[in-house]
Structure formats: structure tokens, C-alpha cells
């Protein structure tokens, strides 16, 4: 498994706060338990994040025991990377311009065999007419979409198994011209060796998206495990607002403390933590986080 690898890869829109650390601490264990190199990756294309905050989240990884196996990367430095896979996609006559928003979207009627959520087609096949008068009336540059061949595409997942999902005509660009997140983070994960994906099961509805995009562009599919997320007393999803939810609110030994505690498996370093750690014997559900 010497070039194999999972990751870590948060967005600096706020600093971490416990339940993205243990999250992280999460992935360490599955990819060091496995033989498999660890990466983390800022993912800081979004012009809502900040260089600082991406700073402090890879500080806050460190100080509560992860180690990398390469220097962190910031997906702003590899934009030629996502423009040659849209180039490349777009060559294939696999991509098409929309102009939809999401009132658009979500007004529109969809055919009977396609699922509720998934994009209706509308832009899919105007013609250079079309186009034209639907870039007059709206003023704004278009996204780009995937031609796909599917409504659904399952995946297998870890701690969930087998996941079915919608697989639409999904972005790949924004219209502000940015990657979107389903093509990045595929595009990503592929040229860093990532072949093992654990992250907060909130995402696991993009993974077949994800991985019907990687297998498009010949790669591997990656090994997922979307682990329980950690909410609040009201059972809603941990925020600023929930308290002393970041590390530096918490204090270090405390937070380690309490991530630990919270995968039933107490310790006092990464590497006592490692000895100790059973993907079987993971809880399977919610961590509901109390304030110290």
C-alpha cells in the first residue's frame, strides 16, 4: 500500500471545530491502520475562504498528533490541473453549457423516470440558437454540466455498504468560472495517490457523483467511509454557536480527551490511539458533543 493513501482535506471558510477534528483524527487511523500514506489538502478555491483560517486548521491538525507524508497542499495552486480535465471533457463533446438557476431548477418538470433532486436536462440540448437568446436573457456566464448516461450509480462504503445515489448532468463549472466540488476534489484525489476517502457522512450522497466521474476519467474508484457526524443537544449539526467547539476554546489535552473518549477507545496519543483502533467497533451513530 506504499502509494496508496487517504487524506484529510477541510474548505477555510471557519476554524475546525471538534467534530471536524475527530473526523480527521478518523481518517489518520483508517489510512495509517492500512499501510497507506496520510495527505491533507486545504480546499480553498470558494472565494468565501481565507488563506489564515486554512493556516490555523492545519495547526489545529497538528497540535492534536496528526502527521502528513507530504506538504500540505492548496487546491488554488493547481487550477491548471481542473482546467485540463475540463478541457479534456469538454474535447469528449461530454459537457454543455447551462444556464439554469436554482429557481430555474427547481420550477422546472422533470420526466417520470428521474429522480426528485436530480438536474431536469433543460439546458442539455439546446441548440447554438438557443443558447444564444438564453445568454441574452440572463446576462451571466454559464456553468457547465456532465452529459451523463445515468440517473443513479452505487458505491460501496465501509461503515454504510452499499449506497445508491443520484448521479445527474452535475456542475463541473461554476458560472463565476470556479471548479465545482465534485470534479475537484475527483480530480484531486487522483493525482495524489488518494484511494481511500473517510469524511463526515453528510457528504455521502455526492460519492456517487464522485466516483461515476473518476471511473469516466479511468481512474479508480476510491474506498469510502463516511463516519457519524457530531451534533449538538438539539440533535442539529455542531456550530460557533453551540459554545467552546474549536480547539482553541477546548484546549488540546481536553479535545484529544474527548474525541477519544467519544470512539469508545481512550488514549493519550495518536499512536496509543492507533494500537487500539477497530473500524468494526466504530459507533454508527451521531456523537451528540457537550460543552466542557
Known amino acids: 500500500m506504499s502509494n496508496a493513501a487517504g487524506r484529510f482535506a477541510p474548505s477555510p471558510s471557519a476554524d475546525l471545530h471538534i467534530g471536524n477534528l475527530r473526523t480527521a483524527v478518523l481518517a489518520w487511523l483508517f489510512a495509517r491502520s492500512t499501510g497507506r500514506r496520510f495527505l491533507v489538502r486545504v480546499e480553498d478555491l470558494d472565494d468565501r475562504t481565507f488563506p489564515e483560517i486554512g493556516r490555523r486548521q ?10 502528513w507524508d507530504e506538504p500540505v497542499e492548496w487546491q488554488t495552486t493547481h487550477e491548471d490541473r481542473y482546467d485540463a480535465v475540463i478541457d479534456q471533457l469538454a474535447g469528449e463533446g461530454l459537457l454543455y453549457e447551462c444556464y439554469c438557476s436554482r429557481k430555474d431548477i427547481a420550477q422546472a418538470p422533470r420526466a417520470p423516470h428521474a429522480p426528485q433532486g436530480a438536474y431536469p436536462g433543460t439546458c442539455r440540448d439546446l441548440t447554438d440558437d438557443e443558447r444564444a437568446a438564453r445568454r441574452r436573457e440572463t446576462g451571466r456566464p454559464p456553468a457547465m454540466r456532465l452529459r451523463t448516461d445515468t440517473f443513479v450509480y452505487t458505491v460501496n462504503d465501509v461503515l454504510h455498504g452499499p449506497y445508491t445515489g443520484i448521479v445527474d448532468d452535475f456542475v463541473v463549472r461554476r458560472g463565476d468560472g470556479v471548479p465545482a466540488y465534485n470534479l475537484a476534489v475527483v480530480v484531486d484525489d487522483a493525482a495524489s495517490g488518494i484511494d481511500q476517502v473517510v469524511r463526515g457522512d453528510d457528504l455521502l450522497p455526492s460519492s456517487p457523483r464522485q466516483a461515476y466521474l473518476a471511473r469516466l476519467l479511468g481512474h479508480p474508484e476510491p474506498t469510502y467511509a463516511h463516519v457519524p457526524l457530531v451534533l449538538n443537544e438539539d440533535g442539529a449539526r455542531l456550530a460557533k454557536r453551540d459554545g467552546a467547539v474549536t480547539l482553541a476554546e477546548i484546549g488540546v489535552e481536553r479535545a484529544f480527551a474527548q474525541i ?3 470512539l469508545g477507545r481512550p488514549a493519550t496519543t495518536m499512536d496509543e490511539l492507533l494500537a487500539r483502533f477497530d473500524p468494526d467497533q466504530l459507533p454508527r451513530h451521531p456523537w451528540i458533543y457537550r460543552p466542557v
Not at 58 to 67: E, P, S, Y
Open 58 to 67: 492545519v495547526a489545529d491538525l497538528a497540535a492534536v498528533g496528526l502527521t
Open 260 to 262: 477519544t473518549e467519544s
